[in-house]
């Protein structure tokens, strides 16, 4: 390793050191090489770049119409492959140390309205009595129907809602008890029409499937996990919001997430009771809901304060 292959031994140091993985090794080859490229256009290498050398850079990408994301991690790479030379005694100075990152927009989440889960739920309920439908094709039905009943009812992260064990379909508790990330256990509130919708899809895999019924699992599956995929939820979700005019970028089992956390919100929950229910570790997690709150705000004011509708 030299000074005119810096980026050579950085990838080999994580490769070796760090374990990175093949695909990490690729972002990290990728992205370097584009700053290289743009050092050697100004005649400089990462050896000798200033700091408004790459200041110059990470302006050059926003032009380029790079998303804050993007060139955040941009300069992510650059920053440990700067750390990493100083270490190797390839530089005696850090250019980049000193640079903070492009400040990323905080996206408010899509969501759905409470009209658009009700067409959705009444869709896929539908759906499990269509005349002349096969009984796997009514199976599938009743399994999708209860995924969006319990997806709502609780806001379960998709893969947790998958992973559910078959013993959650026999509760008769007004919630479930869950094991989100991190192994931390959390309630989860359950609806009589997610509990029954549960109930019907059990009672007919037990008479189309009994073999699958057996599983350890709510939703078992011909996958290695031996449970229903986020991404065959995510496809019979899609297709089913197509049936009721909901395009295919606006429905996802996260979005259904969302619209649980959204509609408790503007109906008067608290953001720390959101915030339990939907298993954030940490307060600024939940916080993207906050457009939520703004609105209620404002129409408390407006609907609750005496010159609320007092001309300015």
């Known amino acids: 390793m030299t000074r005119a292959d810096p980026v050579g031994g950085f990838l080999d140091m994580m490769a070796a050191e760090r374990g990175a993985a093949g695909n990490t090794l690729d972002a990290y080859r990728r ?3 584009d700053y290289a490229a743009d050092l050697k256009r100004l005649g400089r290498t990462p050896a000798d770049a200033a700091t408004d050398d790459i200041r110059a850079y990470l302006a050059s990408l926003a032009a380029r ?13 650059i920053r440990q492959l700067h750390r990493f030379m100083v270490t190797e005694g390839l530089r005696g100075d850090d250019p980049a140390a000193i640079l903070e990152g492009p400040r990323r927009r905080a996206a408010a989440p899509k969501i759905l309205s409470v009209a658009d889960v009700d067409r959705l739920i009444g869709a896929a309920r ?19 129907h209860a995924l969006v009943e319990l997806i709502y009812a609780t806001g379960l992260r998709v893969s947790e809602l998958v992973g559910l064990p078959k013993t959650a379909a026999r509760t008769r508790e007004p919630f479930l008890t869950v094991r989100g990330k991190g192994g931390r256990e959390r309630i989860a509130p359950l609806t009589e029409a997610a509990r029954a919708a549960m109930a019907d899809y059990r009672a007919a895999l037990k008479t189309v499937a009994p073999g699958q019924a057996e599983s ?13 995929t986020r991404q065959a939820f995510a496809r019979d979700l899609k297709t089913l919001a197509a049936s009721v005019g909901i395009g295919a970028a606006g429905i996802s089992p996260h979005v ?13 929950a608290d953001l ?14 939940t916080q993207i809901y906050t457009h939520v709150l703004d609105e209620r705000m404002r129409a408390m004011v407006r609907d609750l304060h005496p010159l609320g509708d007092a001309e300015a």
């Not at 119409?65 to 790479?77: C, I, M, N, T």
């Not at 350890?216 to 229903?228: K, T």
């Not at 720390?272 to 997690?285: K, N, P």
């Open 65 to 77: 119409g790079f998303e804050p994301s993007s060139a955040a991690r941009r300069l992510s790479a």
């Open 272 to 285: 720390r009771v959101v915030q339990e229910l939907l298993g954030h570790a940490d307060i600024s997690t």
């Open 216 to 228: 350890r699992w709510l939703f078992p599956a011909e996958a290695e996990s031996g449970h229903l």
């Open 31 to 33: 992205d370097l090489a």
């Open 126 to 144: 539908a759906a499990t009595t269509r005349e002349g439908a096969t009984d796997f094709q009514r199976l599938r039905a009743l399994r999708l």
């Open 256 to 268: 259904l997430r969302h619209a649980f956390a959204s509609h408790l919100l503007q109906n008067g």
